[in-house]
């Protein structure tokens, strides 16, 4: 390896920096194109992310088995990066190509559209890889920025308006509350660096000032809001109804872990594994946001909404792995994180290729009849629900094995029964879309798909993995272990 | 294929299921030959287990064992014993049965439907087959997707009701179930350190009288609700009516079962103490299943419904010779898992007979089918016969040996289940008499059609069956009874182990249970 006139910048630092790299540069390269007009209906931008997102995770991949700091340790690269950085780009792939045929049908200007993309996941990766609180935010700002643009995208949609300024008002409410959050941990610590801050921490007597309680228990609310965690969890159904329905998918998957990667690195650092009087408010907004994610979700006609209290539910049940907490805890919630991703995109990727034109065929009555009409869409629905309900053989049953063993081995019998006793309730509901699609007869005009590929694609690869994990979880289980242990 | 025969039992009927999926939709034909095949091709690989078993030879035979998930323990461990050997091959044989009986019922979308009933092969067989618990989990968990599919898409009025409620009840029990598996796999791997799920690791593993109970009542209400027991059993007489004839006939003669195997296979031996230390409970409520379900098919206007809940009144027998806890008991309730199977499996083609040809199920529409159809006739008067447990028929071996073993363990839990036996001649004579005796008191019925050769060839088996196990038992009853004595032996050892654990002062109540154990029975 040659040295380079950086010390701090050695050929692997690049390598490592790369996903940052190509995201930001596909970022501005897809603005720039922009000044060569394209055919109408050109697929060029969706083709530049993908490669973008492509080579990002390739960049990654090639030095997985390296550690560094970089940018003075605010920045890092170990197995947990690596993990949160592929799997962001894979949810990245799997929205550009959900997007591809989405975007065209609803007249979305696309160019903007994969930008904002392309920077919500450079967002995302930033987020994990921080090391420090001050990337930590910048990450979450780029992301949340971004999204709040994607969200109101169809800006001549009253609702998708409606959904980005809730989504943004509250959003800036969850960041003052972030900054604040870090601002008195930097008052308690002087350190932002979450190494410092750890170290601070293990040879003071401060662990419990008040300042240090305080500074935390702000930033879990920041937090909070970003994995949509009850009670701060308000804005999620009207933001994942509004937005397009590629974007929803996105931001259900990438937003959530991304969210959770930054808690989880915060807590599992900086605190050396979720701090004690952290556990009894965490178990409380576990069940909260178990319980009345699946309640309300039985309620719902829609099915964005639904899979919007869905996702408000997953995230209690990762909530759970984190109040499990130490490394089994957290590459509980990696891998349930990872499994998440890919059912919660495919069931989105159903509801983007449902309908024609700009139409949106998402409420249960659309699904009726579906399922002989259409039976390989159907299929995939029934897969994607059955996993999300946590039935077997599918991912989604092996991540909540995996969850509640690693609770139930960390002594949180009542959390785990209240978590189980969840998952019954929240079968009823992903049922009800199944006993539409099987079990109803289309009323009104059936439901229409539009068969493009790349959206095919996406579906078929979600449907894959679902049921892969479902069977062979083994690897992924593994690269969860090891990421985590990389970290500490 | 030696070393993959159980692989190839469990998988065949879900590949030839994929590949079913696979046709085009429209040819109804190709489809049921198609499912045909691959059942009976599934019914011929699983003969063997008649022969290749060794009933004597301890232990698990034919094991497959493969890593499946070396990050938790998990394994692919396939075995089978003489317990398991015969459900499978009642629900081989089952399955041939469902599916050409399915013929003239299932018009619309035959494809999708006899995909699904072979997917449902597979899960029933691989639940019988595993010996790993979470594999064991995964594949009664799986099972019911294709069940909740087949009675919602092609049941009756109130299906997606039925098919709904039936997926939440065994859902509830099921996750606790889960919960309390991946309890043991903690203690199992606090104690030795090696992370597994294998089911003899857990027969190995002694436990205190204080945890067994939890751990218990987890299992118990996953397989009581499947069985199912006295207060669970709600969901059964929606699904069974609203399912499809083929539905219902898997549903009783095989879906069951699991519940009753539950308890032979995992919870009795598994947590023996807590076992005998509810047996009052469990004891009590079967008998209430058993008086309850008589009393309630007696009263129903709808065939259905009155098989539905004679299961009900028959599975409490199995319940209450499990926990008569001797061998006589354990045997009857094997044998009556089995004949209730045959029996129940063909009353239920009985009444898909006449509901083709009438779409109706009630008794008061019927009335004198003997003069129109006098070999339905015939044949029902057999099946209802050996349901009542009349001597000749299979359902008497079953009975009579459940009536022993809790005469053993009893005397007045035989004298109450006894009035089961009383009550199911009443309501089943008193049914037959009105649908099939007496003169024609409906026009439509006089100008039906008697069974076809098709319908004759279903329940060939089914008669023969009824026969064979009626007449010659002992051939079941030398493959069974081995590994249940097994079953016993090693409850009675766990039982033991566990009484030394708890000491005198753990729990007041534990060392009475356990010495009362080898005598047979909870008091």
Redesign the interface.
């Known amino acids: 390896m040659s040295v380079l006139p950086m010390p701090s910048l050695l050929g692997v630092d690049l390598w490592a920096l790369g996903a940052v790299l190509a995201l930001s540069l596909g970022t501005l390269l897809l603005l720039l194109l922009e000044f060569l007009p394209a055919r109408a209906g050109s697929s060029r931008s969706a083709v530049v992310s993908l490669l973008v997102l492509l080579v990002s995770g390739w960049a990654v991949f090639v030095v997985r088995d390296a550690r560094r700091e970089l940018f003075g340790g605010m920045f890092v690269h170990d197995g947990f990066t690596v993990f949160f950085t592929l799997l962001f780009c894979a949810v990245g792939v799997m929205a550009v190509l959900l997007s591809w045929d989405y975007v065209k049908r609803t007249r979305i200007n696309q160019a903007e559209y994969y930008a904002l993309l392309l920077s919500a996941t450079l967002g995302m990766v930033i987020m994990a890889a921080s090391n420090d609180l001050i990337t930590i935010f910048l990450g979450l700002e780029l992301m949340s920025l971004s999204l709040y643009v994607l969200v109101g995208f169809r800006r001549s949609h009253l609702e998708s308006n409606e959904a980005a300024l809730k989504y943004f008002l509250l959003g800036a409410f969850a960041s003052g509350f972030l900054l604040y959050g870090i601002a008195l941990l930097y008052g308690a610590t002087g350190t932002t660096n979450l190494s410092r801050m750890a170290a601070f921490l293990s040879e003071s007597p401060l662990r419990s000032s008040h300042l240090l309680v305080a500074g935390g228990l702000l930033l879990l609310t920041g937090f909070a809001f970003k994995v949509a965690a009850v009670p701060f969890h308000m804005w999620t159904p009207d933001a994942y109804e509004g937005a397009p329905t590629s974007v929803t998918a996105f931001m259900a998957a990438g937003a959530k872990a991304a969210g959770f990667a930054a808690l989880l690195r915060f807590g599992l650092r900086a605190m050396g594994g979720v701090p004690g009087e952290w556990t009894p408010i965490l178990t409380v907004v576990a069940i909260l946001t178990m319980t009345v994610g699946n309640v309300t979700a039985l309620l719902q006609t829609n099915l964005k909404r639904m899979l919007a209290y869905s996702s408000i539910a997953h995230a209690g049940y990762v909530l759970v792995a984190v109040v499990a907490g130490g490394p089994e805890g957290a590459s509980a919630a990696l891998f349930y994180l990872a499994v998440y991703s890919f059912m919660n995109l495919g069931a989105f990727g159903v509801l983007t290729v449902m309908g024609r034109g700009g139409q949106e065929r998402v409420l249960m009555a659309d699904m009726a009849g579906v399922g002989f009409r259409q039976p390989l869409l159907a299929l995939a629905m029934t897969v994607f629900m059955v996993s999300l309900a946590g039935i077997p053989p599918t991912a989604g049953f092996m991540g909540k094995v995996y969850v509640f063993g690693t609770a139930l081995k960390a002594g949180f019998l009542p959390l785990v029964i209240v978590g189980v006793l969840n998952s019954v309730v929240s079968v009823f509901y992903y049922l009800r879309v199944t006993v539409a699609m099987y079990m109803q007869e289309p009323q009104g005009e059936p439901t229409e798909v539009s068969w493009a590929v790349p959206g095919i694609v996406a579906l078929v690869v979600a449907v894959a993995l679902t049921l892969w994990w479902g069977v062979q979880a083994g690897a992924l289980l593994e690269q969860a272990q090891r990421s985590v242990l990389g970290l500490l | 294929m030696n070393g993959f025969w159980l692989t190839w039992l469990v998988f065949l009927p879900l590949l030839g299921g994929v590949l079913l999926a696979a046709m085009p939709?429209g040819a109804a034909r190709m489809h049921r030959r198609w499912a045909t095949t691959v059942a009976l091709a599934e019914f011929a690989l699983s003969l063997p287990l008649w022969w290749r078993v060794v009933p004597w030879q301890p232990g698990w035979q034919f094991v497959e064992k493969r890593a499946?998930?070396?990050?938790?323990g998990a394994q692919y461990y396939l075995g089978v014993d003489g317990i398991s050997a015969l459900l499978v091959l009642l629900t081989t044989l089952m399955s041939v049965v469902a599916i050409i009986g399915a013929f003239g019922a299932v018009e619309k979308?035959t494809r999708?439907f006899y995909a699904l009933m072979l997917a449902l092969e597979a899960g029933m067989i691989g639940t019988f087959l595993s010996l790993d618990l979470?594999l064991f989990?995964?594949?009664w968990?799986?099972m019911?997707?294709p069940m909740?599919?087949l009675i919602?898409?092609w049941g009756g009025q109130r299906?997606?009701y039925a098919?709904?409620k039936f997926?939440?009840y065994t859902?509830?029990g099921s996750?606790?179930m889960?919960?309390a598996i991946?309890?043991l796999?903690?203690m199992q791997k606090g104690l030795t350190g090696v992370p597994t799920f294998e089911l003899d690791a857990f027969y190995a593993m002694p436990l205190a009288p204080a945890v067994q109970t939890w751990l218990f009542l987890a299992f118990a209400l996953a397989f009581a609700i499947k069985v199912p027991m006295f207060p669970f059993h709600t969901w059964l007489p929606d699904a069974h009516v609203e399912a499809p004839t083929a539905g219902s006939v898997i549903l009783a003669a095989i879906l069951l079962k699991m519940g009753t195997y539950g308890f032979v296979r995992y919870a009795i031996p598994l947590f023996p103490t807590a076992s005998a230390q509810f047996t009052p409970w469990i004891v009590g409520l079967a008998l209430v299943g058993i008086i309850y379900g008589a009393l309630v098919s007696m009263v129903q206007p709808d065939l259905k419904k009155l098989v539905a809940y004679s299961s009900v009144s028959h599975l409490g027998f199995c319940m209450l010779g499990l926990y008569a806890m001797n061998p006589q008991g354990f045997a009857g309730s094997m044998m009556q898992m089995l004949s209730h199977g045959i029996s129940t499996g063909a009353l239920f083609l009985l009444v898909g007979v006449v509901y083709e040809r009438r779409h109706t199920r009630l008794i008061a529409d019927f009335g004198g089918l003997w003069k129109p159809l006098p070999v339905y006739g015939a044949i029902f008067l057999v099946v209802m016969l050996s349901s009542i447990g009349l001597p000749g028929t299979n359902g008497f071996v079953g009975e009579f040996l459940v009536l022993l073993g809790a005469f053993r363990a009893n005397v007045w839990w035989a004298a109450l289940a006894a009035t089961g036996v009383i009550l199911s001649a009443c309501y089943m004579l008193w049914m037959f008499q009105r649908v099939v005796f007496g003169p024609v008191t409906h026009e439509e019925n006089r100008n039906l059609k008697d069974l076809s050769l098709r319908e004759r060839l279903v329940f060939a088996p089914l008669l023969i069956m009824i026969f064979w196990m009626g007449v010659m038992p002992q051939p079941f009853l030398d493959r069974m009874q081995p590994a249940l004595n097994r079953t016993l032996e090693l409850s009675k050892q766990r039982a033991a182990e566990a009484a030394t654990m708890a000491g005198p002062a753990a729990d007041g109540r534990s060392p009475r249970v356990t010495l009362d154990l080898p005598a047979g029975g909870g008091r």
């Open positions: 939709a499946w998930l070396p990050a938790l979308r999708e979470l989990y995964v594949f968990e799986a019911l997707i909740y599919l919602g898409a299906r997606i098919a709904v997926f939440l859902m509830v996750v606790l889960l919960v991946l309890s796999f903690f």
